[in-house]
Protein backbone atom coordinates (compact mmCIF):
# COMPACT_ATOMS: atom_id res chain seq x y z
CA UNK A 1 0.00 0.00 0.00
CA UNK A 2 1.43 3.42 -0.89
CA UNK A 3 1.86 6.06 1.79
CA UNK A 4 -0.01 9.23 2.42
CA UNK A 5 2.80 11.53 1.40
CA UNK A 6 2.75 10.13 -1.78
CA UNK A 7 -1.43 10.34 -2.31
CA UNK A 8 -1.17 13.61 -1.25
CA UNK A 9 1.52 14.35 -4.09
CA UNK A 10 -1.26 13.57 -6.47
CA UNK A 11 -3.01 16.71 -5.35
CA UNK A 12 -0.32 19.04 -6.93
CA UNK A 13 0.97 16.95 -9.66
CA UNK A 14 -2.32 14.18 -10.74
CA UNK A 15 0.61 11.12 -9.82
CA UNK A 16 -0.72 7.59 -9.63
CA UNK A 17 -1.05 7.02 -5.95
CA UNK A 18 -3.87 5.51 -4.09
CA UNK A 19 -4.99 4.55 -0.62
CA UNK A 20 -8.52 3.31 0.19
CA UNK A 21 -11.31 5.02 2.01
CA UNK A 22 -12.22 3.29 5.03
CA UNK A 23 -12.94 4.06 8.60
CA UNK A 24 -11.32 3.69 11.45
CA UNK A 25 -10.78 4.86 15.41
CA UNK A 26 -10.13 8.26 14.69
CA UNK A 27 -13.25 8.24 12.37
CA UNK A 28 -16.86 8.87 14.12
CA UNK A 29 -19.30 11.76 14.81
CA UNK A 30 -17.65 14.86 14.96
CA UNK A 31 -19.38 17.46 17.95
CA UNK A 32 -18.37 20.56 16.26
CA UNK A 33 -20.48 19.22 12.92
CA UNK A 34 -23.56 18.56 14.99
CA UNK A 35 -23.36 21.60 17.06
CA UNK A 36 -22.80 23.81 13.67
CA UNK A 37 -26.35 22.27 12.20
CA UNK A 38 -28.33 21.44 15.26
CA UNK A 39 -29.77 25.71 15.19
CA UNK A 40 -31.07 24.90 11.94
CA UNK A 41 -32.77 21.51 12.84
CA UNK A 42 -34.26 23.43 16.10
CA UNK A 43 -35.63 26.56 13.87
CA UNK A 44 -37.57 24.41 11.24
CA UNK A 45 -34.86 25.65 9.19
CA UNK A 46 -33.56 22.06 7.76
CA UNK A 47 -35.23 18.61 8.22
CA UNK A 48 -32.27 16.63 8.71
CA UNK A 49 -28.36 16.05 7.57
CA UNK A 50 -26.25 13.53 6.94
CA UNK A 51 -22.43 15.03 6.53
CA UNK A 52 -18.96 13.45 6.10
CA UNK A 53 -15.59 14.62 6.07
CA UNK A 54 -12.76 12.64 4.70
CA UNK A 55 -8.88 12.53 4.26
CA UNK A 56 -7.32 10.55 1.52
CA UNK A 57 -7.34 7.37 3.36
CA UNK A 58 -10.31 7.77 6.10
CA UNK A 59 -13.17 8.52 7.01
CA UNK A 60 -12.52 11.52 9.72
CA UNK A 61 -16.29 12.38 10.74
CA UNK A 62 -19.81 11.00 9.77
CA UNK A 63 -22.69 12.92 11.38
CA UNK A 64 -26.54 12.50 11.34
CA UNK A 65 -28.42 15.35 12.55
CA UNK A 66 -31.98 15.64 12.66
CA UNK A 67 -34.71 13.80 10.82
CA UNK A 68 -35.24 11.83 7.80
CA UNK A 69 -39.28 11.97 8.40
CA UNK A 70 -39.85 14.77 10.32
CA UNK A 71 -43.55 13.95 10.97
CA UNK A 72 -42.45 10.61 12.09
CA UNK A 73 -39.56 12.09 14.13
CA UNK A 74 -37.18 9.33 12.70
CA UNK A 75 -33.71 10.23 12.95
CA UNK A 76 -31.21 10.36 9.67
CA UNK A 77 -29.05 7.53 10.25
CA UNK A 78 -25.59 6.87 8.76
CA UNK A 79 -26.97 4.68 6.34
CA UNK A 80 -29.81 7.00 5.40
CA UNK A 81 -30.56 7.29 1.26
CA UNK A 82 -30.79 10.21 -0.89
CA UNK A 83 -32.25 11.51 -4.33
CA UNK A 84 -28.73 12.76 -4.89
CA UNK A 85 -30.24 14.10 -8.33
CA UNK A 86 -27.13 15.90 -10.47
CA UNK A 87 -24.62 14.47 -8.71
CA UNK A 88 -24.99 11.36 -11.07
CA UNK A 89 -23.78 13.81 -13.99
CA UNK A 90 -19.90 13.30 -12.15
CA UNK A 91 -20.39 9.85 -11.50
CA UNK A 92 -21.84 9.64 -15.25
CA UNK A 93 -18.51 11.32 -16.90
CA UNK A 94 -16.16 9.02 -14.54
CA UNK A 95 -17.61 5.90 -16.54
CA UNK A 96 -17.21 7.60 -19.96
CA UNK A 97 -13.80 8.64 -19.38
CA UNK A 98 -13.31 4.82 -18.55
CA UNK A 99 -13.63 4.78 -22.68
CA UNK A 100 -11.88 7.38 -23.87
CA UNK A 101 -9.28 5.45 -21.60
CA UNK A 102 -9.50 2.57 -23.50
CA UNK A 103 -9.36 4.41 -26.73
CA UNK A 104 -12.92 3.55 -27.64
CA UNK A 105 -14.08 7.20 -27.78
CA UNK A 106 -12.49 10.73 -28.37
CA UNK A 107 -13.75 13.88 -27.01
CA UNK A 108 -13.00 15.41 -29.65
CA UNK A 109 -15.28 13.63 -31.91
CA UNK A 110 -18.50 14.85 -33.21
CA UNK A 111 -21.27 13.08 -31.54
CA UNK A 112 -22.84 11.72 -34.82
CA UNK A 113 -19.66 9.57 -35.16
CA UNK A 114 -21.44 7.55 -31.97
CA UNK A 115 -24.69 8.56 -32.51
CA UNK A 116 -25.72 8.89 -36.15
CA UNK A 117 -29.39 10.61 -35.51
CA UNK A 118 -27.47 13.71 -34.47
CA UNK A 119 -26.29 13.90 -38.18
CA UNK A 120 -27.63 17.69 -39.54
CA UNK A 121 -28.89 19.02 -36.57
CA UNK A 122 -29.64 22.54 -37.05
CA UNK A 123 -29.36 25.80 -34.67
CA UNK A 124 -32.06 28.04 -34.30
CA UNK A 125 -31.64 31.73 -35.18
CA UNK A 126 -35.29 33.27 -34.54
CA UNK A 127 -38.78 32.11 -33.51
CA UNK A 128 -42.18 33.93 -33.41
CA UNK A 129 -45.43 33.12 -33.38
CA UNK A 130 -45.17 33.05 -37.73
CA UNK A 131 -41.76 31.24 -38.37
CA UNK A 132 -39.01 29.35 -37.06
CA UNK A 133 -35.57 30.35 -38.77
CA UNK A 134 -33.06 27.85 -38.24
CA UNK A 135 -29.60 27.60 -39.74
CA UNK A 136 -26.67 25.44 -40.07
CA UNK A 137 -24.60 25.48 -36.97
CA UNK A 138 -20.39 26.25 -37.22
CA UNK A 139 -19.76 23.13 -36.46
CA UNK A 140 -21.85 20.00 -35.21
CA UNK A 141 -21.45 19.40 -31.47
CA UNK A 142 -18.53 17.85 -30.38
CA UNK A 143 -18.13 15.48 -27.56
CA UNK A 144 -16.41 17.74 -24.64
CA UNK A 145 -19.32 19.77 -25.24
CA UNK A 146 -21.98 17.44 -24.31
CA UNK A 147 -19.84 16.70 -20.86
CA UNK A 148 -18.93 20.44 -20.59
CA UNK A 149 -22.77 22.02 -21.04
CA UNK A 150 -21.35 23.94 -23.74
CA UNK A 151 -23.22 22.43 -26.67
CA UNK A 152 -26.14 24.33 -27.37
CA UNK A 153 -27.90 21.55 -25.92
CA UNK A 154 -31.03 22.95 -23.97
CA UNK A 155 -31.83 21.83 -20.24
CA UNK A 156 -34.26 19.46 -21.06
CA UNK A 157 -36.81 18.37 -24.05
CA UNK A 158 -40.19 18.90 -24.56
CA UNK A 159 -40.82 15.18 -23.93
CA UNK A 160 -39.36 15.02 -20.31
CA UNK A 161 -41.79 16.54 -18.71
CA UNK A 162 -43.17 16.34 -16.20
CA UNK A 163 -41.02 13.84 -14.77
CA UNK A 164 -37.47 13.48 -16.01
CA UNK A 165 -37.22 9.81 -15.87
CA UNK A 166 -40.12 8.56 -18.15
CA UNK A 167 -38.74 7.80 -21.59
CA UNK A 168 -36.22 5.09 -22.14
CA UNK A 169 -32.85 6.89 -22.60
CA UNK A 170 -32.61 5.92 -26.29
CA UNK A 171 -35.91 7.93 -27.01
CA UNK A 172 -35.07 10.65 -25.15
CA UNK A 173 -31.87 11.04 -26.99
CA UNK A 174 -33.58 10.95 -30.40
CA UNK A 175 -35.86 13.66 -28.94
CA UNK A 176 -32.42 15.63 -28.13
CA UNK A 177 -31.38 15.21 -32.06
CA UNK A 178 -34.65 15.94 -33.29
CA UNK A 179 -34.75 19.47 -31.97
CA UNK A 180 -32.52 22.51 -32.73
CA UNK A 181 -29.57 23.57 -30.84
CA UNK A 182 -30.00 27.06 -28.94
CA UNK A 183 -26.31 28.67 -29.56
CA UNK A 184 -23.14 27.72 -31.68
CA UNK A 185 -21.75 24.76 -29.99
CA UNK A 186 -18.77 25.37 -28.20
CA UNK A 187 -19.50 29.62 -27.40
CA UNK A 188 -21.22 29.29 -24.12
CA UNK A 189 -21.61 27.58 -21.11
CA UNK A 190 -25.72 26.33 -20.58
CA UNK A 191 -26.47 23.66 -17.84
CA UNK A 192 -28.06 21.21 -19.88
CA UNK A 193 -29.21 17.76 -18.65
CA UNK A 194 -29.19 16.53 -22.65
CA UNK A 195 -25.78 17.07 -22.66
CA UNK A 196 -24.96 14.15 -19.69
CA UNK A 197 -27.72 11.95 -20.66
CA UNK A 198 -25.92 11.73 -24.84
CA UNK A 199 -23.21 11.21 -23.13
CA UNK A 200 -24.82 7.72 -21.26
CA UNK A 201 -26.16 6.87 -24.84
CA UNK A 202 -22.80 7.35 -26.06
CA UNK A 203 -22.05 4.78 -23.07
CA UNK A 204 -24.67 2.35 -24.87
CA UNK A 205 -23.88 2.49 -27.97
CA UNK A 206 -20.24 2.05 -28.22
CA UNK A 207 -19.91 -0.59 -25.47
CA UNK A 208 -23.29 -2.61 -26.39
CA UNK A 209 -24.45 -2.96 -23.02
CA UNK A 210 -27.11 -1.02 -21.28
CA UNK A 211 -25.76 2.48 -19.66
CA UNK A 212 -27.21 1.03 -16.15
CA UNK A 213 -25.34 -1.81 -16.42
CA UNK A 214 -21.83 -0.53 -17.07
CA UNK A 215 -22.49 2.19 -14.11
CA UNK A 216 -23.35 -1.14 -11.79
CA UNK A 217 -20.85 -3.48 -12.91
CA UNK A 218 -18.01 -0.99 -13.81
CA UNK A 219 -18.16 1.49 -11.32
CA UNK A 220 -20.85 0.96 -8.86
CA UNK A 221 -20.13 -2.67 -7.69
CA UNK A 222 -16.13 -2.48 -7.90
CA UNK A 223 -16.14 0.66 -5.69
CA UNK A 224 -18.49 -1.05 -3.13
CA UNK A 225 -21.17 1.22 -3.60
CA UNK A 226 -24.01 -0.92 -2.51
CA UNK A 227 -26.50 1.61 -2.27
CA UNK A 228 -26.11 3.77 -5.07
CA UNK A 229 -29.17 3.04 -7.70
CA UNK A 230 -31.33 4.29 -10.51
CA UNK A 231 -34.25 2.13 -8.85
CA UNK A 232 -34.13 1.80 -4.55
CA UNK A 233 -35.72 -1.60 -3.53
CA UNK A 234 -38.22 -1.57 -0.78
CA UNK A 235 -36.25 -2.22 1.53
CA UNK A 236 -33.80 0.21 0.53
CA UNK A 237 -37.40 2.36 0.00
CA UNK A 238 -37.48 2.65 3.68
CA UNK A 239 -34.00 4.10 4.14
CA UNK A 240 -34.94 7.30 1.92
CA UNK A 241 -35.09 10.07 3.23
CA UNK A 242 -38.54 12.71 2.50
CA UNK A 243 -38.15 15.60 0.80
CA UNK A 244 -39.08 18.91 2.11
CA UNK A 245 -39.63 22.84 0.75
CA UNK A 246 -40.49 25.82 2.41
CA UNK A 247 -44.11 26.37 3.66
CA UNK A 248 -46.41 29.19 2.39
CA UNK A 249 -45.60 31.16 5.34
CA UNK A 250 -41.46 30.31 4.38
CA UNK A 251 -41.05 29.94 8.23
CA UNK A 252 -41.70 25.80 8.56
CA UNK A 253 -40.86 22.84 6.61
CA UNK A 254 -43.89 20.98 4.37
CA UNK A 255 -42.96 17.47 3.12
CA UNK A 256 -43.13 16.81 -1.08
CA UNK A 257 -42.57 14.30 -3.03
CA UNK A 258 -40.10 14.61 -5.73
CA UNK A 259 -41.74 16.17 -8.83
CA UNK A 260 -39.30 15.55 -11.36
CA UNK A 261 -39.52 11.57 -10.85
CA UNK A 262 -42.10 9.37 -10.92
CA UNK A 263 -43.27 6.95 -8.53
CA UNK A 264 -43.51 4.13 -7.45
CA UNK A 265 -39.54 4.59 -7.75
CA UNK A 266 -38.50 1.09 -7.81
CA UNK A 267 -40.76 0.45 -10.30
CA UNK A 268 -38.25 -0.33 -13.28
CA UNK A 269 -41.88 -0.22 -15.87
CA UNK A 270 -42.34 3.25 -15.45
CA UNK A 271 -39.10 5.15 -14.65
CA UNK A 272 -36.16 4.77 -16.68
CA UNK A 273 -32.35 5.51 -15.88
CA UNK A 274 -31.39 9.21 -16.12
CA UNK A 275 -27.68 10.00 -16.67
CA UNK A 276 -28.03 13.39 -15.83
CA UNK A 277 -29.53 13.00 -12.67
CA UNK A 278 -31.36 10.06 -11.92
CA UNK A 279 -29.82 8.13 -9.28
CA UNK A 280 -30.34 7.58 -4.90
CA UNK A 281 -27.22 7.17 -2.51
CA UNK A 282 -25.76 6.97 0.95
CA UNK A 283 -22.63 9.63 2.02
CA UNK A 284 -20.34 6.54 2.46
CA UNK A 285 -20.79 5.13 -1.41
CA UNK A 286 -20.53 9.14 -2.61
CA UNK A 287 -17.76 9.33 -0.47
CA UNK A 288 -16.27 6.48 -1.88
CA UNK A 289 -16.63 7.22 -5.69
CA UNK A 290 -14.88 11.05 -4.38
CA UNK A 291 -12.06 9.11 -2.60
CA UNK A 292 -11.20 7.54 -6.12
CA UNK A 293 -11.16 10.75 -8.05
CA UNK A 294 -9.67 12.28 -4.94
CA UNK A 295 -6.23 9.95 -5.58
CA UNK A 296 -6.17 10.27 -9.37
CA UNK A 297 -8.48 7.50 -10.49
CA UNK A 298 -7.67 4.79 -8.37
CA UNK A 299 -8.98 3.22 -5.16
CA UNK A 300 -8.35 -0.07 -2.57
CA UNK A 301 -5.30 -1.22 -5.44
CA UNK A 302 -7.30 -1.03 -8.60
CA UNK A 303 -7.00 1.55 -11.32
CA UNK A 304 -10.40 3.03 -12.21
CA UNK A 305 -9.20 6.26 -14.72
CA UNK A 306 -5.96 7.74 -15.83
CA UNK A 307 -4.43 10.57 -13.95
CA UNK A 308 -4.79 12.51 -17.68
CA UNK A 309 -8.41 11.62 -16.96
CA UNK A 310 -9.08 12.58 -13.64
CA UNK A 311 -7.53 15.99 -14.33
CA UNK A 312 -9.79 16.96 -17.80
CA UNK A 313 -12.57 15.97 -15.80
CA UNK A 314 -11.74 18.31 -12.81
CA UNK A 315 -10.55 21.30 -14.75
CA UNK A 316 -11.81 23.70 -16.49
CA UNK A 317 -13.13 22.93 -20.11
CA UNK A 318 -15.54 25.53 -20.99
CA UNK A 319 -13.04 26.99 -23.37
CA UNK A 320 -11.08 30.64 -22.91
CA UNK A 321 -13.99 32.71 -24.25
CA UNK A 322 -16.52 31.23 -21.90
CA UNK A 323 -16.40 32.75 -17.79
CA UNK A 324 -18.17 29.83 -16.73
CA UNK A 325 -15.88 27.26 -15.23
CA UNK A 326 -16.99 23.07 -15.36
CA UNK A 327 -14.83 20.59 -16.67
CA UNK A 328 -16.10 16.76 -17.60
CA UNK A 329 -19.31 16.11 -15.33
CA UNK A 330 -17.67 18.23 -12.66
CA UNK A 331 -17.90 21.99 -11.10
CA UNK A 332 -14.64 23.39 -10.97
CA UNK A 333 -13.18 25.69 -8.54
CA UNK A 334 -9.80 27.79 -7.84
CA UNK A 335 -8.91 24.99 -5.32
CA UNK A 336 -11.77 22.47 -5.50
CA UNK A 337 -14.01 20.29 -7.46
CA UNK A 338 -17.21 18.98 -7.06
CA UNK A 339 -21.00 18.78 -7.71
CA UNK A 340 -24.46 19.35 -6.06
CA UNK A 341 -28.18 17.84 -6.93
CA UNK A 342 -31.75 19.59 -6.94
CA UNK A 343 -32.28 18.73 -3.57
CA UNK A 344 -29.36 20.29 -2.24
CA UNK A 345 -27.13 17.63 -1.62
CA UNK A 346 -23.35 18.30 -2.60
CA UNK A 347 -20.43 17.04 -2.91
CA UNK A 348 -16.50 18.56 -2.28
CA UNK A 349 -13.48 17.87 -3.25
CA UNK A 350 -11.04 20.49 -1.92
CA UNK A 351 -7.24 19.68 -3.21
CA UNK A 352 -5.36 22.62 -0.82
CA UNK A 353 -6.83 20.68 2.37
CA UNK A 354 -7.00 17.24 0.64
CA UNK A 355 -10.40 16.67 2.39
CA UNK A 356 -13.36 15.45 0.49
CA UNK A 357 -16.81 17.21 2.08
CA UNK A 358 -20.47 15.51 1.79
CA UNK A 359 -23.36 16.74 2.97
CA UNK A 360 -26.68 14.77 2.08
CA UNK A 361 -29.96 16.59 2.69
CA UNK A 362 -33.01 16.63 0.78
CA UNK A 363 -34.50 19.89 0.47
CA UNK A 364 -36.35 21.77 -2.54
CA UNK A 365 -35.42 24.95 -0.84
CA UNK A 366 -35.41 26.13 2.59
CA UNK A 367 -37.41 27.97 5.02
CA UNK A 368 -35.68 30.42 7.38
CA UNK A 369 -31.76 30.75 6.93
CA UNK A 370 -31.41 27.24 6.47
CA UNK A 371 -30.06 27.85 3.02
CA UNK A 372 -26.69 28.75 5.14
CA UNK A 373 -26.22 25.22 6.68
CA UNK A 374 -24.11 23.83 4.23
CA UNK A 375 -21.90 26.87 4.61
CA UNK A 376 -22.34 26.48 8.30
CA UNK A 377 -21.15 22.53 7.93
CA UNK A 378 -18.34 23.40 5.86
CA UNK A 379 -16.70 26.16 8.35
CA UNK A 380 -16.92 23.46 11.11
CA UNK A 381 -15.49 20.95 9.07
CA UNK A 382 -12.37 23.42 7.83
CA UNK A 383 -12.03 24.75 11.04
CA UNK A 384 -11.46 21.07 12.91
CA UNK A 385 -10.24 19.58 10.12
CA UNK A 386 -7.99 21.67 7.31
CA UNK A 387 -4.57 21.69 8.80
Same mark, same amino acid.
Given at each position: ??????????????????????? +??????? %?????? $???? #?? @? !????????????????????????????????????????????????????????????????????????????????????? +??????? %?????? $???? #?? @? !???????????????????????????????????????????????????????????????????????????????????????????????????????????????????????????????????????????????????????????????????????????????????????????????????????????????????????????????????????????????
Amino acid at each position: MKNKFSCRWFLLLFSLTVLPLTP +SGAGGPS %KNMALA $LRPF #VD @S !HSLAGAVTLVASSNNILALNCVGYADVGAKKAMQPDTMFWIASQSKSMTAAAFMMLVDEGKVNVDDPVEKYLPEFKGQMLLVAQS +SEETVLK %KPAHAI $LVHE #VL @S !HTSGLPFRSRVEEPALDGLPLRAAVLSYALSPLQFEPGTKYQYANEGINTAGRIIEVVTGMPYEEFMQQRLFKPLGMKDTTFWPTEKQMRRIAKSYQPNAAKNDLEEIKIDQLHYPLSDRTVRFPMPAGGLFSTAEDVAKFCQMILCGGQFDGKRYLSAKSVQMMTSKQTGDGVKDSYGFGWAVGPAWTGHGGAESTNMEINRQSGLIFIFMVQHAGFPNDGGRSRDAFMQAAMAQFAK
